[in-house]
């Protein structure tokens, strides 16, 4: 079965602080992952994707495969991080359907 | 490019009521696909529409049914509402199948009384 586990509802740091948003799955194959947001008023749009292996607004994610997991880390945090973050998954390539964790609200204090 | 549209944004329905809600791809995608988000569960898959054909479906009661029309537009059905299908309902489409970049809509706000 697949399942994606994110185990902080709530995250909070500081401007300037490291940021790290804990994502681990469940899947027998090879997966597909993604972090995608929603800032407040906003849809949910795609952050990043593993397989593009790209960092976007500073943010990176490594799929850890031993480890199943794929967490989210930004060196310095930014007022503008704050948001609704989901990890995601899709169990094979071409399949629409992902697998979203439960969440991790992150807010940046100032 | 316009986004992903959803009529209504909002709608209150009673139980037992059915209810059609509405979704418009963004011109070109040909993949849509529908979600619940509820605080409780989070956001569940509920279909997948590719070429008016459905691939996948989640695991939800045969109350939820869908469709997808030639333009790509689709819609999805849920009948004899029960309180517990009070929930944001997500739209998101994709250009091609074997593209995973989900473009999400605003979702749908239905409120069963």
């Known amino acids: 079965a697949q399942r994606v586990t994110q185990p902080e509802k709530l995250l909070s740091v500081f401007k300037g602080a490291p940021v790290e948003l804990k994502c681990n799955y469940s899947?027998?194959?090879?997966?597909?992952l993604f972090w995608y947001v929603q800032y407040s008023r906003q849809r949910l749009q795609l952050l990043l994707r593993h397989i593009s292996r790209e960092s976007i607004k500073g943010f990176t994610a490594d799929l850890n495969k031993g480890e199943t997991s794929f967490h989210l880390k930004k060196p310095f945090a930014q007022e503008e991080d704050s948001a609704m973050y989901y990890c995601a998954l899709s169990g094979f390539q071409g399949a629409q359907k992902l697998v979203f964790g439960q969440g991790t609200r992150l807010t940046i204090n100032p | 490019k316009a986004g992903v549209t959803q009529t209504p944004r909002y709608l209150i329905k009673t139980r037992g009521q059915q209810v059609t809600l509405s979704c418009s791809p963004i011109s070109g995608h040909r993949s849509v696909s529908w979600y619940q988000q509820t605080p409780g569960q989070g956001l569940q898959f509920l279909f997948e529409?590719?070429?008016?054909?459905?691939?996948n479906k989640g695991n939800f009661p045969g109350r939820f049914s869908g469709r997808q029309f030639s333009n790509s537009r689709s819609e999805m059905n849920v009948s004899t509402l029960e309180l517990g299908d009070s929930a944001l309902y997500l739209c998101?489409?994709?250009?091609?199948?074997?593209?995973?970049?989900?473009?999400f809509g605003p979702g749908t706000r239905l409120t069963v009384l």
């Open positions: 899947y027998s194959g090879s997966p597909e």
């Open positions: 998101a489409s994709s250009l091609v199948l074997r593209d995973n970049e989900q473009f």
């Open positions: 529409y590719f070429s008016e054909t459905q691939r």
